[in-house]
Each structure stands twice: as C-alpha cells, then as structure tokens.
C-alpha cells in the first residue's frame, strides 16, 4: 500500500464540477456563526457534488478569508446563495416536492440508525451552534434526523454534523 499523490486522485477543474450532474440535494445552513464552519461546510458540499448551499439568516457568506481557510477554494465550484427567510425558501421548495431534513434534538427526533431517506429531491438543514435550527424551521421539517452520541456531550460541532447527515443523505442517491 502507497499513498496517492495529488495527481493521482483524478480530481476535476473547477468549470468541469460546475458542468457535472449534482446530487438532488440542497444544504441550509440555518443561523450558523463561525466562518470556519461555514467554509468546512462548504468543502464537505463539494466532495458530496451537493446541488447548491444556502445560507441562511445571519449565516456569513463569502468572500471572507475565514472561510476560505477551511473552504479551500470549494465557495468557487459550489452554488450557493444567501437568504435572510429559510422559512419562506423552504415553503417554496416543499411546494415543489423537496423532502425536507433537519438534523436537531427533539422529542420526535429519528435516530441516523433508523433513518431511510426517500430518493426525491431533499434539504438537508443543519442549525446555529448554541440554538439548533429554529423552532419556525423545525415545523416546517419532513422529519428531524439525530446523530446518536453516546458520550458525556450531547452534540457534535456544526461542520463534523454536517460531514455525517451530508454524507448519510448522499449515499442514499449514490446506490
């Protein structure tokens, strides 16, 4: 066993990403603060090849040189776009027959153990880091998916959240 090199990985330009077939899915960053998780958020969308990131509320967008240290170049080959209303964007999307996820702590929260996503196009939403995705998205929400954790803390950091809902989501298109 060797490790690859760089040129070995087969990676695609920017232009051919953007050109390529995306998954049927959009991640909403709901409230989310921290720039670094942003652009970690941004870069777990790109190797997923997630249809468009939007951000949300307060969310912070690029250009910002604190999310490109963990972007890496992925606020480039990503669509994203901001909207201060998630609510009224997600009332949209639901009337046009998108399945919409929220990964949050709730009394009728499935576990990721037992989760089947549906294979129609969905919204994945992932809240702000002190107070989850809001109660007025939640309700708005198909189902509300929880990451099993069985330590002392009862939550992951937003973009490590993000990497294992993202990544669950997608696999279910990639069969």
């Given at each position: 066993m060797r490790k690859l090199r760089n040129s070995e990985l087969k990676r695609v330009s920017t232009e051919e990403f953007k050109k390529s077939e995306k998954l049927p899915i959009i991640v909403v960053l709901d409230d989310v603060r921290s720039m670094h998780n942003v652009g970690?958020?941004?870069?777990?969308c790109d190797a997923?090849?997630?249809?468009?990131?939007?951000?949300g509320g307060i969310t912070p967008t690029p250009p910002s040189p604190e999310i490109e240290k963990t972007a890496?170049?992925?606020?480039?080959?990503v669509e994203w776009k901001h909207e201060i209303n998630i609510?009224?964007?997600?009332?949209?999307?639901?009337?046009?027959?998108f399945a919409i996820y929220a990964f949050e702590h709730t009394s009728q929260s499935k576990t990721l153990l037992n989760f089947t996503v549906n294979k129609k196009p969905s919204i994945?939403?992932?809240?702000?880091?002190?107070?989850?995705?809001s109660e007025e998205v939640l309700?708005?929400?198909?189902e509300v998916?929880?990451?099993?954790?069985?330590?002392t803390k009862h939550s992951l950091?937003?973009?490590?959240?993000?990497?294992?809902?993202?990544?669950?989501?997608?696999?279910?298109?990639?069969?």
């Open positions: 970690s958020v941004f870069r777990t997923f090849k997630i249809d468009k990131l939007v951000l890496l170049g992925s606020t480039e080959s609510s009224e964007y997600l009332l949209i999307k639901k009337a046009e027959g994945v939403i992932f809240g702000n880091e002190v107070k989850g995705v309700a708005l929400c198909d998916i929880e990451i099993p954790q069985y330590g950091n937003i973009s490590v959240s993000a990497g294992i809902g993202i990544w669950e989501i997608a696999k279910n298109f990639l069969k």
